[in-house]
RNA sequence: GCCGACUUAGCUCAGUGGUAGAGCAAUGCUUUUGUAAAGCAUGGGUCGUCGGUUCAAGUCCGACAGUCGGCUCCA
């Protein structure tokens, strides 16, 4: 077993075999870049050149093309680093605007610039690329590699530039680990949120409603109702009050927020038959907590006052922006506003960490905390004094260092009203999903003029933190599908039991348990359709219907129930053993 | 929004210019069943929408919408 660099390596020069085939294949294109990468590969290219005619490559040119590399790779050519002078990689790559760039700028930071030869340097069949390396000894090492897909990118990943070709591949060092990561990719397409949405029937979208704006089924809306409820016990515990507030406001709130400026073009507008004012959808409460705020005086007593709000959002995503129940147009939060003193930071923030850590507890997700701090070279994107910033970043820093909370610093991903925690949860799959997030604002208090009275008698600012403790419930569900398969834990299942009469002189039994069930809360569906024993079943493991309660002859003499588990195994029991059992399982939420 | 691909029955998909198909699901009848698919029958589609080419379009061309893979963005 070689270690990770090598299969870097290996990666790197699979994606230089991958641009001399399509060079080859498609003589007029330009090449510009592409790096190894965690997962494999990918390499961009002009595929229209000025002043020449733009070639198409879709996923049905890969075969030929992963054919041109298996040529190149069979030859077994050597790689083979060499350095040379910035005047003559002008000239090496004298037709590539691509490459001139880059020479350009290791010219003016002084860089040794580096070129790699597969093949016979210039020899016919060779091929040449202004590259830092490094890469394997010879094309013959790269044993199994497969093209994924192809897309479109811009040129430095900036949206004013050139859109580029994309072709993404991976590489490995045998055929046996290709094998199994293409079988993980499978298995995720299997789990996608989307699809497993579909069948099961959570949710739905249409054509005629909108992109990004889901409908929810029964199943659905119980599993999102869930979801909130297990938040919303947890946030009264640190104090957290549930208010509601419109869905739709003046654009004058957002212009005093700072939200205006900012994200005009990202909110829906509304048209008003009675006015030409202004009005907005609301992409976010924090607004209209700051004017509940501001709607008395308040006094230091008072503080911390804890608003909680699970209105719904919208935001005028781009339509490619959007992704199954990932990214929506209309969506919800379980949001909150913490107005508080200076002095009581600290303790707010540890609160909301501690019941982050007791909401994420049952899902049975990994998690890692992420300090997000201001990009210290360009200190100008954000609001507000660059001092206020600067020591509320150590003050963060502080907390989390006084009590032992391990962390990852992460320059440029504050908010731009102030640093941040944010939870990033590891799924079955091994992905990352930022959910929750606790923010330190320094400026919308200020902006609201918010006050409140201190021990003194003195006007004082408070700060105000804004958390969010799953972030929202309807990507949590998209997330939780994938995480479990599908499988919900009982607590979570849309449908806990289904009972299966055997035949017809069943359904009797079988209706008198629906009505004990029915007693206890537990969710379940009588299946007393003229059905094989066998297809019930089926149709229930589809389903993923935690338990089947089977009843026939036997069951019925006996008053027991026939258990079938969502994995196979079955066992008898009475029926009130069955009720115990079940309640003990959801309330302990496993 | 940008690059590319895709859109046929509720679902999964076949159908390369000449009268729209399969499996599952649904409905009806028969069967009354022991741990993942009983049998037979019936209904269901202006082939995403609009326009064009053609004697003839699900099939070829264009526009629009939506979905998917990415890019960009995510308060």
New binding site residues.
Partial sequence: MKDKDYLYKLRHSAEHVLHQAVKELYPSIHLAMGPATDEGFYFDFDNSPEGKEAV?I?DADFKNIEKRMWNIINKNLPITRHEISAKEAHKLFADNPYKQEWIEKAEVNKEVITIYWTGEPNAQGSMVDLCAGPHVDSTGEIKAFKLL??????WH???KNK?L??I?GTAFESKEDLDKYLWQLEEAKKR?H?KLG??MQLFV?S?LV???LPIYTPKGALVRRLLQEHVNVLQKEIGYKEVWTPQVTKADLFKTSG?YE??KD??FRVVSNYTDEEYFLK??N?PNHCVLYASQSRSYRELPLRFSDFANLY?D????????LS?LRAFSQDDGHCFCREDQVDEEFLNVAQIVKKAIEPFNMKYWIRLSLWDSNHPEKYLGDKEIWKSAQSKLKDILDKNNIEYTAVEGEA??YGPKLDFIAIDALGREWQISTI?LDLIMPGRFGLTYTDQEGKEKTPLMI?RAILGSPERLMGLLIEHYAGAFPLWLAPEQVRIIP????HVEAAQNIAKSLEDIGVRFELDDK??????K??NA??SKVNY?L?L????VEKGEV?V?SRD?S?QNMSISMFLDKVKNEIESKK
Avoid: W
Avoid at 502 to 505: A, F, G, K, L, T
Avoid at 530 to 535: D, Y
């Fill in positions: 198409t879709t897909s192809i897309a479109g990118a811009y990943g900036d949206e859109m070709t994309r993404y996608d989307r579909k069948e979208f054509d909108g992109p990004g939200h900012k994200y990202d909110m992409p976010m924090c935001r995503e781009k339509p490619g922006e959007l992704l199954g990214r908010a731009i923010q804004h055997i035949s017809e002189r003229a059905l094989s024993m066998q297809k079943i089926r493991q589809q089947m089977i026939g002859d036997v069951e026939n079938r196979g079955t």
